[in-house]
């Protein structure tokens, strides 16, 4: 497959993983049903506006919406992981 080919294919699974700003609040509220209004990583416990919609397996990188792969996070610790497979501050030269 070239590569214009690819950039279309990763182009289409991102709309496809797109959520509407209801299934936003329904998938965070069966979150926070869950496992509770706090942050994944840190443990901050937050308001439900405070908390943001976290994939562990990334969208970016193929990750689905649904909710094994979905988690709550502050805005902190899901912006510093970006679209890594590791929790905020990891390092890979912290490891082994």
Known sequence: MNA???NHLQKGI???????SKQKRNKKQKLIQVYGSQ???CRQSLSEEM???DHLYPSSLGGSN???NLRLACFKCNNSRGNSLYPP???KSNCC
Do not use: R
């Open 4 to 6: 214009v080919a690819v």
């Open 14 to 20: 991102m709309k496809m993983c797109k959520m509407s």
């Open 39 to 41: 942050c994944w990583w």
């Open 51 to 53: 908390l943001t919609i």
């Open 66 to 68: 649904s909710m094994e």
């Open 89 to 91: 501050g990891f390092s």
